[in-house]
């Protein structure tokens, strides 16, 4: 399984960003999909994650409000809708996939896109 993020940028404080992500080699709708940031020098940490047919969606409360995810499986692509955007928000975003929905050690991993959120 592959994943391709994409979408990361510069913008100000109190912006939007929408970030894609495509996977490849699967059928996409086996996979719980995942998103993940990684500020510089803190740990991974999730954001959010939606069900196999976008019923249901997660999110970490530092998000939840601001940023939606949703999927299109005929597109075999997750979206991370990044709205009122803080300068906290500023890291390396991941995409990730798992069949099992464990969110704690995913199966497979896309390689990142940058958002830097200047204030």
């Known amino acids: 399984v592959q994943l391709q993020a994409s979408g990361g940028g510069l913008v100000q404080a109190g912006g939007s960003l929408r970030l894609s992500c495509a996977v490849s080699?699967?059928?996409?709708?086996?996979?719980?999909m995942g998103w993940f940031r990684q500020a510089p020098g803190k740990e991974r940490e999730f954001v959010g994650a939606?069900?196999?047919?976008?019923?249901?969606?997660y999110y970490a409360d530092s998000v939840s409000g601001r940023f939606t995810i949703s999927r299109d499986n005929a597109k075999n692509t997750v979206y991370l809708q990044m709205n009122s955007l803080k300068p906290e928000d500023t890291a390396v975003y991941y995409c990730?996939?798992?069949?099992?929905?464990?969110?704690?050690?995913?199966?497979?991993w896309g390689q990142g896109t940058q958002v830097t959120v200047s204030s």
């Open positions: 080699g699967r059928t996409f709708s086996d996979y719980g």
């Open positions: 990730a996939a798992d069949t099992r929905t464990n969110w704690g050690n995913p199966e497979y």
């Open positions: 939606i069900s196999r047919f976008g019923s249901r969606t």
